[in-house]
């Protein structure tokens, strides 16, 4: 109430309403609409976890705005591979390594992946393929 630069960072779609009174009790206000746009999350389609340092590890474009996420990922034999709760793409992504049943530790093979991506937060599963170039 008393800045001159408020900071929102509603969850939901919000309209604000402020209201300013000057020293002869003036006032004006006005509205600002904040839209939350609540599924901007884009997993990139491949990546190439090679070791050279370049897109050696899978890519969700913000995922951080849902970290209550669970990513799973599945071979083309619909046996899962990779299951991660609240995975980050700075903090232990996925490198092409399986860490479920028979993969677990191991590199998986080259190849196409489908992925289920639940953002945790109620919004529809995100879910398509991706592919691990070696």
């Known amino acids: 109430a008393n ?14 309403t402020l209201t300013v009174v000057d020293v002869n009790s003036c006032t004006s206000t006005d509205n600002v ?19 050279d340092g370049n897109n050696d590890t899978w890519f969700i474009l913000g995922i951080e705005g849902h970290p209550n996420n669970l990513v799973k990922v ?17 903090l232990a992504p996925w490198d092409g390594r399986g860490n479920t049943g028979q993969f677990a530790g191991k590199l ?15 919004l529809k599963n995100l879910e398509g393929y991706l592919v691990i170039i070696r």
């Open 33 to 51: 609409l904040i839209t939350v746009i609540p599924y901007c999350v884009k997993p990139m389609n491949a990546f190439t976890p090679n070791g």
């Open 74 to 90: 599945f071979n083309r034999s619909g046996l899962q591979v990779y299951q991660k709760s609240g995975y980050e793409n700075t």
């Open 108 to 122: 998986v093979e080259m190849g196409t992946y489908f992925y289920i991506l639940d953002p945790g937060d109620g």
């Open 3 to 16: 800045t001159f630069t408020p900071v929102a960072k509603p969850g939901t779609t919000t309209n604000y």
